[in-house]
């Protein structure tokens, strides 16, 4: 049990098939009080009734900072504390450069990294107040190696700009014994791509992966724990690959 009695709060945790969904799974068989928050209040409560008892599901919009403190508030009004944050929730769009919109900008860098500074901005006061928390947010191996796998390069940028923010937070909230740190997944096989991801386009993605298969979501869940129990107890501002040696540096 390496977050007994831990309250962890873990966004676009609803999806069945999801690294959000998998991590709160694991999360909650090690002992933690899991909040989901998802879009959709309906499939937020459904996956924390399959998720199990100490689950409770929250409507919140990622992107939206009242809806991120209004989430936040439901579940300080529920358990009292947050030991954990996860900033999961996130969107990819296959485009190239010339192809992207305005729109298509705002839409997938609102949701991972303005919604990762909204939501830790509802909780670092919190964690503050408590002397204590783990942030971990999903970054991606797009940010590292430029994209080349699915998203495009509005997504390899705002996956890069959680990484730094990130390490500004860490430096910036390490004297509260807050300690925030990324993951970066290869290719993990969800449904995020939304069927768009074709068995040749996995074929030879395969052939660049050592590990020689593709991710599943609890080779990513299973590195998060790490970084929100105390396993991880001295790292702060660090980046965990987790891509199966697809890129090695
Ligand atoms: P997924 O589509 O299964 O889960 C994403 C969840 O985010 C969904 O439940 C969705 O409803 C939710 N979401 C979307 N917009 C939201 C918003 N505005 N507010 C709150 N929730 C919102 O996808 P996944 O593959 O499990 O992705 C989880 C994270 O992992 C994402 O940040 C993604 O970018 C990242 N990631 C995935 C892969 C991969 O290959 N699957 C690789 C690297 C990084």
């Known amino acids: 049990m390496l977050l007994e009695n831990k309250v962890c709060v873990i966004t676009g945790a609803a999806s069945p098939r999801g690294i959000g969904r998998n991590t709160a799974e694991l999360f909650h068989k090690h002992g933690a009080y899991v909040a989901i928050l998802d879009l959709n209040q309906a499939q937020s409560e ?4 399959a998720v199990g008892e100490r689950a409770f599901g929250v409507a919140c919009d990622v992107t939206d900072k009242a809806s991120c403190e209004k989430a936040v508030a439901a579940v300080l009004e529920k358990f009292g504390r947050i030991d954990v944050l996860l900033n999961n929730a996130g969107i990819t769009q296959p485009l190239k450069t010339l192809e992207i919109t305005p729109e ?3 839409q997938v860098t609102d949701v991972s990294l303005r919604g990762m500074l909204y939501m830790s901005q509802a909780v670092l006061p919190q964690m503050v107040s408590q002397n204590s928390g783990s942030i971990v947010n999903t970054s991606s191996v797009s940010a590292q190696r430029g994209g ?3 998203g495009g390069p509005h997504y390899s940028a705002a996956k890069a700009g959680m990484l730094g923010l990130g390490k500004a937070m860490a430096r910036e909230f390490g004297g509260h ?3 925030i740190n990324s993951v970066t997944p290869g290719l993990i096989l969800t449904d995020i791509t939304g069927g768009k991801l074709t068995p040749e386009m996995k074929e030879k993605i395969l052939t ?10 609890e080779d990513v869940s299973k590195a998060f724990l790490f970084l929100a129990s105390d ?3 001295y790292i702060t501002g660090a980046t965990i690959d987790v891509n199966g040696g697809m890129h090695i540096y």
């Open 46 to 49: 459904e996956a924390a009734r």
């Open 104 to 106: 298509n900008y705002e």
């Open 148 to 150: 080349g796998i699915f």
């Open 177 to 179: 014994n807050i300690r």
């Open 208 to 217: 660049t992966i050592p590990l020689n298969r593709l991710g599943a979501a």
């Open 231 to 233: 396993l991880s107890s």
